[in-house]
């Protein structure tokens, strides 16, 4: 709690400097103003209510990926609930707001900064990587399936033994 107390002190500091460093000088104001808002989106519900796209031409594969596979999920679960409802308001009504208001949850949530910012390092960070060649990847994994099969015909040959040797004395 204390930690939290200090952080929001921390947030009000660097407002009140903002705020003095941009009446020194007109020309900051634009960067303190967007500091600000930058702040305050990310401090409340209310970025559920913007429309916009945050940075919009970075990260476009992982957050169009993200946003498929959170409304996939979300249209199964309604789904479901259309499936267990009786009446038919809750079989078709309730199921379609939900989803909308999923949809609309999905869209806002992989736009909003931090998740958009982790998604875009992701992005980048899955550029860098080399991956195997199809001959490699076939390679690795028939040892990966063969040392499988190797321990598992080990185990059995344990579990028999001792399956063999402890039901003669019982």
């Given at each position: 709690?204390?930690?939290?107390?200090?952080?929001?002190?921390?947030?009000?500091?660097?407002?009140?400097?903002?705020?003095?460093?941009?009446?020194r000088s007109g020309n900051g104001r634009g960067q303190?103003?967007?500091?600000?808002?930058?702040?305050?989106?990310?401090?409340?519900?209310?970025?559920?209510?913007?429309?916009?796209?945050?940075?919009?031409?970075?990260?476009?594969?992982?957050?169009?990926?993200?946003?498929?596979?959170?409304?996939?999920?979300?249209?199964?679960?309604?789904?479901?609930?259309?499936?267990?409802?009786?009446?038919?308001?809750?079989?078709?009504?309730?199921?379609?707001?939900?989803?909308?208001?999923?949809?609309?949850?999905?869209?806002?949530?992989?736009?909003?900064?931090?998740?958009?910012?982790?998604?875009?390092?992701?992005?980048?960070?899955?550029?860098?990587?080399?991956?195997?060649?199809?001959?490699?990847?076939?390679?690795?994994s028939l040892v990966v399936i063969f040392t499988i099969?190797?321990?598992?015909?080990?185990?059995?040959?344990?579990?028999?033994?001792?399956?063999?040797?402890?039901?003669?004395?019982?």
């Amino acid at each position: 709690m204390a930690k939290q107390q200090h952080l929001t002190t921390d947030r009000e500091e660097d407002n009140v400097r903002g705020e003095e460093s941009s009446d020194r000088s007109g020309n900051g104001r634009g960067q303190t103003v967007a500091r600000k808002k930058d702040r305050n989106m990310t401090a409340g519900t209310h970025w559920l209510l913007q429309t916009g796209l945050y940075k919009r031409n970075q990260g476009r594969v992982i957050r169009q990926a993200t946003f498929a596979v959170l409304l996939a999920t979300i249209a199964i679960g309604c789904w479901r609930l259309s499936e267990i409802a009786d009446r038919a308001s809750f079989k078709y009504g309730l199921p379609l707001v939900m989803l909308a208001a999923g949809f609309w949850v999905s869209y806002r949530v992989v736009n909003f900064p931090q998740f958009a910012d982790f998604l875009i390092a992701v992005e980048a960070e899955m550029a860098k990587v080399s991956w195997p060649s199809r001959s490699q990847l076939i390679k690795s994994s028939l040892v990966v399936i063969f040392t499988i099969i190797g321990l598992a015909a080990i185990l059995w040959m344990y579990d028999t033994f001792w399956r063999f040797l402890l039901g003669r004395f019982t």
